[in-house]
């Protein structure tokens, strides 16, 4: 009878020590795996910090090419430009080419 009951002993305490093992390997696959998204989200947010500045000093060089072509909200000069480069015309005008020969 001693046997039968050393054996009920071995189950039982089998039987809580693998849940207790399932229980650790399934808390640190969640401790990694947070950890790992925490850093995802770190690396995102100062991706994110960099591309705003990147974008800031894009359109601070944009503002001051336009100032040193003289190109802004000057209509006049984007209609020459249309006119003389992309031969533009406003609906009804005819364009007249005189060919030198």
Known sequence: MRRVSRRKKIRMSFIPAMISIALIVIVVLLITRFNSI??????IVAESKQLEAQEQALEARLEELQLANGVGNDNKKVENIAR???????????????SGE
């Open 38 to 43: 925490v850093q995802q989200r770190e690396r």
């Open 84 to 98: 003389s480069q992309l031969d533009m015309v406003y609906p009804g005008e005819i364009i007249f080419r005189i």
